[in-house]
């Protein structure tokens, strides 16, 4: 009779091991960048000479739509969004991408805030203490904000928090790249 017992045990686990193993291969892993470009706001004080206050000053940006084209992604991988089990920013950067000889000198640090229709506002990616002469920056994400709900939008909306030391070029433009990292599951 134990002997049976544990033959049944045996057989329990091995079917439930083996069921979690079928689910883990069916796991869908993809990356799905996203690229926005826009310009640095007006500063009331945009004029030649002027001197910011000692220490600089916090500048911040309109939110950037972005189109999520998740429906697009969902149905491409034969999924659902009920079957979206995660997603994070695995990756976001900013190029100065006019005027052509500017860095970002003007910049102290730089945080990138997302948010949704009916969705807070989260930070996802930052840079404190920029070194001199970068016009590419690679910040460092958060990626343990899942932003799932935010994902399944038709749009998502980027806003930087920038904290400048100099007052840039009237005519700034900067690049926004993104790379979304979504997990789902069809089986779940």
Known sequence: MKKHIVIEIIALFTLITGCNKIKQIANINVDIPYAAQFSLPAIAADTAGFVLPSGGISLPFPAIPVATNSKQFISQYNTAANM????????????LAAPANQNFDFLDSVQVFISAPNQPEVLVAN?????????????TTNIDVNLKNYFVQDTIY??????????????????LQSVFHVLANPLD
């Open 84 to 95: 979206i089990l995660d997603v994070y920013l695995k990756g976001l950067s900013l190029q």
């Open 127 to 139: 840079e404190y203490n920029i070194p001199k002469g970068q016009s590419l920056l690679n910040l």
């Open 158 to 175: 980027f806003r930087l928090q920038a904290h400048i030391n100099a007052i840039p070029a009237s005519t700034t433009v900067l690049n």
